[in-house]
């Protein structure tokens, strides 16, 4: 079942996670990587793409992209947003993370569309 597409938009601890098992799981052929920090897409993306070489690990290609790379994806999955600490758990904290993130997601997903 290669020959798919993945785009993920956002590189953080859970878009990373999601990186490293896209590229065991034999499902893509194409990985394309978006974050706001362009240099962190490209350093994901070099390290992902010599990974390659190791056992288990599919040749995928995997590149620092843009938002036009999200047309004719398979799948796209959307980790951005910002993150809070366990010392700031508390209800208060929460609502401030979903405002945030309602508002990086107004951002985002035009430019997807």
């Given at each position: 079942m290669r020959g798919h597409k993945?785009?993920?938009?956002?590189?953080?601890?859970?878009?990373?996670?999601?990186?490293?098992?896209?590229?065991?799981?034999?499902?893509?052929?194409?990985i394309a990587l978006i974050d706001a920090n362009q240099r962190l897409a490209e350093?994901?993306?070099?390290?992902?793409?010599?990974?390659?070489?190791?056992?288990?690990?599919?040749?995928?290609?995997?590149?620092?992209?843009?938002y036009s790379a999200c047309e004719g994806a398979d799948i796209i999955v959307y980790t951005a947003g910002p993150s809070?600490?366990?010392?700031?758990?508390?209800?208060?904290?929460?609502?401030?993370?979903?405002?945030?993130n309602a508002a990086i997601i107004r951002e985002v997903m035009p430019k997807i569309a």
């Open positions: 993945l785009v993920i938009i956002g590189l953080g601890h859970v878009g990373d996670a999601v990186l490293s098992n896209a590229m065991t799981i034999g499902l893509f052929s194409e350093g994901e993306a070099l390290d992902q793409h010599q990974a390659t070489a190791l056992p288990g690990v599919d040749n995928i290609r995997v590149y620092a992209a843009d809070i600490s366990a010392d700031q758990a508390g209800v208060s904290a929460r609502n401030l993370l979903a405002t945030k």
